[in-house]
């Protein structure tokens, strides 16, 4: 091949990978996916895993998130929670306090659910608690 044929080659290469790369940026803006916001109470399956928040309650000691969760017997239910507030993105504390949530609270047997409490750093404006399995994630805010 002669020089000139193999810099028109080149050249040719160049644009179309520009051009596909133009491509993939205006699929990327035209699919929005946008994570519902649920209100308080109302319940969501994520996996196999069903959840809601009912109540968020800040006082002194921070922020507590009543919940309710069923479904897979024996997983850890402070996984997956997190608190959005102040522009940050906060793990439960898994503090061993009486009706908490902590590292060592399972989930219960088939059909039965579990009520307890998340306790949270305080932060200035609760934004939404979030519960993320699966890859999916659901929003309670008040």
Not at 98 to 121: E, W
Request: hydrophobic fraction near 45%; charged fraction near 20%; proline fraction near 4%.
């Amino acid at each position: 091949m002669k020089t000139r044929n193999l810099i028109i080659l080149s050249i040719c290469c160049g644009l179309m990978i520009v051009l596909a790369g133009g491509f993939k940026l205006f699929q990327i803006t035209a699919n929005r996916t946008e994570v519902p916001v649920n209100k308080l109470g109302v319940a969501a399956t994520i996996g196999d895993m069903t959840a809601s928040v009912t109540t968020i309650d800040e006082n002194a000691e921070g922020i507590s998130v009543a919940i309710e969760m069923s479904g897979v017997v024996g997983d850890s239910v402070i996984d997956g929670w997190r608190l959005l507030g102040d522009g940050k993105v906060l793990e439960p504390s898994g503090a061993v306090l009486d009706g908490a949530c902590d590292a060592s609270t399972k989930v219960p047997d088939a059909g039965t659910s579990i009520h307890c409490f998340l306790r949270f750093p305080s932060v200035k404006a609760v934004q939404a608690v979030a519960y993320t399995r699966a890859g999916e994630q659901r929003q309670w805010a008040p």
